[in-house]
């Protein structure tokens, strides 16, 4: 009896997991060419063929689900940069190590990279105020591990801090230019080549004055 229980639980369990995850996956359709605030509710229980007070059981409402989407989002991202950091330890590696891997993981994640880029700018207040404070995130842990590389110690915190800063605000820029020109890919990442090079000739020729 308490195995059929707990099986009954399980499945319980997973049917819900598996329509949060239809609701999730519903509203990254919804918002591919629209922004997150064009979009209502119902639109996304229709999407996913439950009724409106179903997807309260998931989300208190879009906005709460765009915020889910942020977290998602970045989980992924800062797995993707956390990897090439450690298969690209050096500053001069990680100009060849890092776009390979953005340019896959861009095609991997198109649907994610696409709200991220559009709701970074248009959409709801909290999704926006999110996603700022993810890349402020990524900064800040950017600027530890960078810390760690033989050479930085001829930069102070501050200017740490900046170079993490150009080096997130670069990826982001690199990603948003992969999801608006799918068709150019290889250009963009020659030229996204040659400027991280000059980035990290200025870089691994600074020196913070004492």
Known sequence: MAGGTSEV???????????????LDAALRLTADTSLVAISLRQVAKEVGIVPTAFYRHFDSVESLGLA?????FESLRGLLREVWLRSPQFR???????PVLADHVRSH????TFVVR?????????????RR?????????????ARVPGSDAFSTDHLNLLADLIVSFVVTTAERFIE??????????EARTQLRMLMVGALNWRSPR
């Open 9 to 23: 639980t399980r499945t319980r369990v997973e049917r819900k997991e598996q329509t949060r995850r239809a609701i």
């Open 69 to 73: 989407l942020v977290d998602e989002s």
């Open 93 to 99: 590696d990680y100009i060849d190590g890092s776009l």
């Open 110 to 113: 198109r649907s994610h990279y």
């Open 119 to 131: 709701e970074r700018t248009a959409g709801p207040p909290l999704v926006r105020a999110a996603i």
């Open 134 to 146: 993810e890349i402020e995130l990524i900064t800040r842990e950017l600027a530890t591990d960078v």
């Open 181 to 190: 020109e799918p068709d150019a890919e290889a250009r963009i990442m020659a």
